[in-house]
Every structure is written in C-alpha cells, then in structure tokens.
Nanobody
Framework: QVQLVESGGGLVQPGGSLRLSCAAS????????MGWYRQAPGKQREWVAG????NYADSVKGRFTISRDNAKNTVYLQMNSLKPEDTAVYYC?????????WGQGTQVTVSS
C-alpha cells in the first residue's frame, strides 16, 4: 500500500512557474514508477510525465520537468512557462506491476 499526497498547486499568471510535490509513504518508494497526470474541467484525466520514463506529453515538453528524490520519498513536477490551458487538477500516480495508487490531487490555475 502506498499513500500519496500532492502539494504545491495554486494560482499563477501565464508565463509563471510552479513546483508540485508528491510525498509517498507506506512502502518502498524507490520500487515504484512515478508519474504525473492532470484533469481539466470537463475532460478526461491525461498523462503528463513520467510513469517509468522521463517522457513528457507533447503539450508540456520543454516546459515541465519530472524528478524524484528517493531519500525523501518525493517526486516533483517543475512547471515553467505556464499557460491557461495547463489549468487542471494534477495527480501523481505510483505504479509497480499490476498495482497503482493515486494521490488526491492539487489544483493548478493559470490565469491573469
């Protein structure tokens, strides 16, 4: 069992930056592939970054960076050059084999 808690969301102006954090507990963090997803109002949840790789969705490539600190059991999403279309609830996901776990999400709003 893995518990995930996201933080770092908020309101930011277009062109601004935010860093999201996802703190994990309950199991051996380093064994899990970690990814970030997002869900905008009225849309399906979509993959953003990571999940066993350092790949990124085309919509965020070059602007977002995923990283992890296994010593702190935390995965990060650095988001730069934010756009209004990045507005969504951002979720982290932990995967290992057939098991996956989600956090509760953190709201990111990009607006002037």
């Amino acid at each position: 069992q893995v518990q995930l808690v996201e933080s770092g969301g908020g309101l930011v102006q277009p062109g601004g930056s935010l860093r999201l954090s996802c703190a994990a507990s309950g199991s051996i963090f380093s064994l899990y592939a970690m990814g970030w997803y997002r869900q905008a109002p009225g849309k399906q949840r979509e993959w953003v970054a990571g999940g066993g790789s350092t790949n990124y969705a085309d919509s965020v490539k070059g602007r977002f960076t995923i990283s992890r600190d296994n010593a702190k059991n935390t995965v990060y999403l650095q988001m730069n050059s934010l756009k209004p279309e990045d507005t969504a609830v951002y979720y982290c996901k932990a995967e290992r084999g057939s098991r996956s776990y989600w956090g509760q999400g953190t709201q990111v709003t990009v607006s002037s």
